[in-house]
């Protein structure tokens, strides 16, 4: 199954409470709402989905009052900072499985990983399996 | 009956034991906690190690290039594969190799040479597709994908639900009702290679543990003859012949996580400390060690006696029930004492306990219910088995 979420664009005005502390998946698109970036926030993840988005969309101003930020912004690569522009996650406690299923649907439909995922600097995909069709929107 | 260890088998498992606290516990301080695949460098590295040690494949047949090492070994060595935080669904994260199904041992050369020795190499991965959305408990009445002979071939129609792997494999074992007039007897295994047109992956079917399943369906799916594994129509005895042999050691592999979990917990009760003393002075903790010390000792006693009586060639079919029904929820009961003793922290991704807890679970539903192990074992008893 996809993320069933439209892209939302990133608010660095937004209350950082709209964003979920916990485990999941979620997807980074580029300016043209390709998808370029599937991870996930798992149970080692600091702050869960809310600290990935933040490390990968930069902290706003004044962040630095907050007495959270990602410990490990450095594990997630530059270039996905650089072009992520859309977002959209999942909240489940199945991150592991879901992240490896959005990735296989993702390699099934587009024959190739994310653009981004294929950095060496990406978490490393699992071996993926194959449905032997394309997932047409499911 | 004897117990007690040989020295060759003490000496593999104070080898594995190490292995497994030396190597694998201290790499999956840096992994997921629900990663379940090492990084490809660890993985070559350990696989290079466990070979280099004589140990890689340890369950493969001496015809077949393995060590043969026998079952009652087996059943302890799995016991001690899978104490660590993957350890349940993947002992040592595969680094001892894992042996081909047994009923690809019953193939013919050429199945061999197509399957069973690409496997043995790692080149090849199988799924097991017996259980359907239909029902997997009584799958003679209730596998309704069905096979029609045409020529030299079967065109297949129908699906399978909860196949493990089936979306990575290369290749699956596919129960197939061939013959719908005669019960458990039209019932015949065929050997389906994933590319074949018209098999798909429907979705893949996420549960519990970290890893999910998957639903498949075939459309006109045409296999030929000479696929069949085993006899036309002997499926259902081919499956139920494995899967006694199989849950042995599925068996032993939940005391593996569930002795893990008491040490961790003894641990903890001894340096916790609560209104001024530690939880192991307290005599509920003390009882829960207990009962854990229990169930776990009981269960082990069980699961090798019934590899025993396989060793010796006698019937095991009751025992090797017994055994899965009995560790699968022996381990429960302790994964979730140990869980209680370590109160917050019991329940936090920061333990294994949680991802155990989860695993363990789905433990008295594979490989046959903790119920169908009960009417396995009432039907030998009201049969009135010699022999016990
Ligand atoms: C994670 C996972 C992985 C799996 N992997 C595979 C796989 O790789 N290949 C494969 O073929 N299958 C696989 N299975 C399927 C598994 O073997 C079946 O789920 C299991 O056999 C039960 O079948 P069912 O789910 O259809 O339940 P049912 O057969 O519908 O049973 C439902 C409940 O009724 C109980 N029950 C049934 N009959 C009786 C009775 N006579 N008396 C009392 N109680 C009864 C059962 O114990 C169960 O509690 C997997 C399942 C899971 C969850």
Known sequence: MRIRKDWSSWDPGMSFKTLPGAMGIYEIADEQKNCIYISYAGGASPYGLRGELYAIFGMPAGADKWNWSHPHPESIPAEVKQRAKYYRYEVTHNYYSRWIEDLTRFSEDYETLPELNKLATAPRAPHLGRYHWKSEGI | MDMQR?????????????????????????????????????????????????????????????????????????????????????????????????????????????????????????????????????????????????????????????????????????????????????????????????????????????????ELSFTDMRIPHSQILGEEGGGFALANDTLAHNRIPYASACLGIAVYAQELAIEWAKQRVTFGEPLANRQAIQWMLVDNEIDMRTSRWIALDAAARAQRGESFRFESSMAKLLCTEAAGRVIDRCMQIHGGLGMAKDMPFERWYREVRIRRIGEGTSEIQRVVMARDLLNVRSGS
């Open chain 2, 6 to 214: 040989t020295e060759e088998q003490q000496l593999i498992i104070d080898t594995v034991r190490k292995f497994i606290r030396e190597e694998i516990r201290p790499l999956e301080a840096d992994l997921d906690p629900d990663a379940y695949e090492l990084n490809p460098e660890d993985d070559e590295r350990l696989r290079a190690m466990v070979k280099e040690m004589g140990m890689y494949q340890m369950g493969l047949p001496v015809e077949y290039g393995g060590p043969g090492v026998d079952i009652v070994t087996r059943t302890m060595l799995a016991e001690e594969m899978s104490q660590h935080r993957a350890g349940l669904y993947a002992p040592a994260y595969g680094a001892f190799g894992s042996s081909p199904p047994e009923h690809l041992y019953k193939g013919t050369d050429e199945q061999k040479e197509k399957y069973l020795y690409p496997v043995i190499r790692g080149e090849k991965h199988a799924f097991f597709g017996l259980s359907e959305p239909s029902g997997g408990s009584d799958p003679a009445r209730s596998i309704r994908t069905r096979g029609v002979r045409d020529g030299d071939s079967w065109v297949i129609n129908g699906g399978k639900l909860w196949n493990s792997g089936a979306d990575t494999a290369d290749f699956g074992i596919v129960y197939v009702r061939t013959d719908p007039t005669k019960g458990r007897q039209g019932i015949t295994a065929f050997l389906v290679d994933t590319d074949t047109p018209g098999f798909r992956v429907q979705r893949l079917v996420q549960v519990l543990r970290s890893h999910y399943t998957t």
